[in-house]
């Protein structure tokens, strides 16, 4: 990072069930072998943040084992060898299925391609319907979520890589942002920049125009075609009001919108699409 610039913090949002994929998808992995989950952190750090936090839920301990058995979701250190009792999910070899331009290669059609990975209901239990708090603009009444030791030394020992796990993820999307935004705080951020696991065509050229000269009051969306997407760009100055009025899964887009977000076009670099199911 430049001294004196703002401390840009990315975060991946990837705690959700993947009910509409057959298995979470923080456990995806790509047609090409590299993890969503790794992609995702790969393309903030290239889009040039300078930290990146994951924020995990389901099936949490599983996808912190695919994220640091990913040489590509790390920036340093050895890679340690896949735990055994890790089976790796893996989306099938779709060459024979219609290839609809996804960078990552075509999602196929029949969920049985996918591995689905048994969740552990203990590591589930409990996790639902929590919330952090609610109603207050003051950031010390939201409790910063835990931070997994564990899974950032598993990571490479990796001061910039933080894996932070949403207790309340099953809320919904508001939730996950939450507990990003409350980690991305405690990191120093003056900007934060906001995407999803589930964008395996993400350009980091995005992130970046996007990012570009951002400050802790910049508040800026990408736009695909005229239609909103992910990055999102939040500076510091939103965070309290942001976090205070973030609920359930309803992201931050009311917030958006009614603060004024700048559109950034993002159209000719495409990735803008979501993948909800294995038939996209």
């Not at 994951?54 to 340093?76: F, I, Q, Y």
């Not at 030394?153 to 939450?178: N, P, Q």
């Not at 991305?184 to 964008?199: E, H, I």
């Not at 899964?249 to 993948?275: F, I, M, N, Q, W």
Request: proline share 8%; glycine share 14%; aromatic share 4%.
């Amino acid at each position: 990072m430049i001294e004196g610039a703002p401390r840009t913090v990315g975060i991946l949002l990837a705690a959700g069930a993947g009910t509409r994929m057959g298995l979470p998808k923080a456990l995806v992995v790509g047609a090409d072998g590299e993890p969503w989950l790794a992609r995702g952190v790969r393309m903030l750090r290239e889009g040039g943040c300078d930290d990146v936090v994951v924020v995990l839920g389901a099936a949490a301990a599983r996808a912190r084992s695919l994220l640091a058995a990913s040489p590509r979701g790390r920036a340093n250190g050895p890679i340690p060898p896949a735990p055994e009792h890790f089976p790796r999910p893996r989306v099938a070899d779709t060459s024979a299925h219609r290839d609809r331009g996804r960078a990552n290669g075509p999602i196929p059609a029949d969920p049985e391609h996918f591995a689905r990975p048994r969740v552990d209901e203990t590591e589930l239990e409990g996790t639902r319907g929590r919330a952090n708090g609610r109603g207050s603009s003051d950031f010390e009444h939201f409790a910063r979520p835990r931070v997994d030791e564990t899974g950032v030394d598993e990571t490479g020992s990796d001061e910039h890589l933080g894996v932070v796990e949403a207790v309340d993820w099953g809320e919904g999307i508001g939730a996950s942002l939450r507990a990003g935004l409350v980690e991305a705080r405690a990191r120093g951020a003056s900007v934060a920049v906001v995407t999803l696991v589930d964008l395996p065509e993400l350009d980091a050229r995005a992130i970046a125009r996007v990012r570009e000269g951002a400050s802790s009051t910049t508040l800026r969306q990408a736009v695909y075609g005229g239609r909103p997407g992910h990055p999102v760009v939040i500076g510091s100055g939103h965070f309290n009001e942001l976090v205070s009025e973030l609920r359930g899964d309803v992201g931050a887009r009311p917030y958006l919108v009614a603060h004024g977000v700048e559109p950034v076009d993002c159209t000719d670099l495409g990735g803008g699409d979501d993948v909800d199911s294995p038939e996209r």
